[in-house]
């Protein structure tokens, strides 16, 4: 059988990327394996996976018959996402690292390494798709046909030449498929529990890891009065539409509270950063937690141009239904300025920092990252 073109597959110890070594096998790709290691400052610890993920990596191309490299991208890491990571949350944004890392390190670094070792094409485990536009002659990032398991809103910053290189064979597939094949192939971690979080903060609380680079500066935690409840340790170590943690869970709500009863629980709603102050507000509706719209900066569109002013829908977190939206741009002369986005629905804490990511249908366009957006009332 004659070899299709060399495919290196990014194995990250998990079942998605092992099913899609074995895919690219069985259609006759040749396959290497790579183990992207990056984050070594805390290797040994209970938290870190990194180790025990490599093994896991290992067993599975000695099961699959292939070659894997064990490659440190740490330096990469820590240079270009994490310390943008640490900018973010001591300016009172909340980041989203998983999105820098597929953009800066597995579709960058990684891509870069594959090239070198002489592959066409470079793939991952991944729930998404990528369709050349017979009409546009580009390549669009498409919907991975589980539902349940889309991942465009993290793979949205790649662009034409990353696009044209990569391959996301389980996005062809349900996850529950993904693990039949991965069991009656005798992969080793085919009941492997997916990961989540972050290597670099794994399992443990986050408040503990940020602690050990962002300094603590207590403050007064308010309610819409003005009434001081409580105190927080540090704007940083808060997100917006945050429930736990508060340490106020008793305090009852002074004369009426627009969005809930005085049981309500309570919610993170603004952090001001001149006055060191945590606002916080009770019931999940409250108005101060609603925002119509939004303004995204830093943008970056898969086609490499911005899309035409229109109705789009759009994500301003990973887990939520796309939101039917008006996109417009900041200055039409100037597309990498920056969008706009007007919803139909207000859409609930959205967060400066996080990434507002734009689809037409099953094509994802794009995104920014967010700059503001109004609440009502504000």
């Not at 050349?132 to 990032?141: C, P």
């Not at 060191?276 to 009770?282: A, K």
Request: aromatic share 8%.
């Amino acid at each position: 059988m004659s070899h299709l073109p060399r495919v290196v597959v990014g194995l990250s110890g998990g079942v998605d990327s092992a099913v899609t070594a074995h895919l690219l096998k069985a259609q006759g790709h040749e396959v290497i394996g790579i183990f992207m290691k990056n984050w070594e400052d805390d290797d040994n610890s209970e938290y870190c996976s990194s180790n025990i993920d490599f093994v896991d990596a290992a067993a599975v191309a000695d099961v699959l018959g292939i070659e894997i490299e064990h490659i440190n991208f740490a330096a990469d890491y820590k240079d270009r996402v994490f310390s943008e990571f640490l900018r973010e949350y001591q300016s009172g944004r909340t980041p989203n690292p998983d999105i820098l890392c597929n953009a800066e390190i597995k579709f960058k670094s990684f891509l870069d390494h594959a090239m070198r070792l002489g592959a066409e094409k470079i793939a991952t485990g991944h729930y998404a798709r990528v369709r050349l536009n017979a009409q546009t002659g580009r390549h669009e990032l498409l919907k991975g046909l589980d539902p349940s398991k889309d991942q465009r809103y993290f793979l949205h910053r790649l662009n034409q030449q990353q696009l044209a290189k990569t391959l996301f064979p389980v996005g062809e597939l349900h996850k529950s498929e993904v693990r039949r094949i991965a069991e009656a192939i005798g992969l080793p971690n085919a009941k492997k529990k997916d990961s989540t979080g972050i290597c670099f903060i794994g399992e443990r609380p986050f408040r503990e890891f940020l602690n050990r680079y962002i300094r603590k500066e207590p403050g007064p935690i308010k309610d819409p009065t003005g009434r001081t409840i409580g105190r927080h340790e540090g704007l940083s170590f808060y997100t917006l539409g945050q429930r736990q943690g508060l340490g106020i869970g008793g305090v009852k709500a002074k004369g009426a509270q627009r969005g809930g009863g005085e049981h309500s629980p309570w919610f993170v709603a603004r952090k001001d950063l001149e006055h060191n102050t945590l606002w916080v507000v009770q019931g999940h509706e409250h108005p101060w937690l609603q925002s119509p719209s939004l303004v995204a900066t830093d943008v970056s569109w898969c086609a490499g141009e911005p899309p035409a002013a229109g109705l789009y829908a759009a994500k301003t977190r990973y887990r939520q239904a796309d939101a039917p939206c008006q996109l417009s741009a900041l200055n039409p002369a100037h597309a990498q300025a920056g969008f706009a986005l007007n919803f139909s629905e207000n859409q609930w804490a959205v967060t400066p920092g996080q990434s507002a990511v734009v689809y037409d249908g099953e094509v994802c366009l794009g995104g920014g990252v967010i700059e503001t957006a109004p609440t009502q009332g504000q």
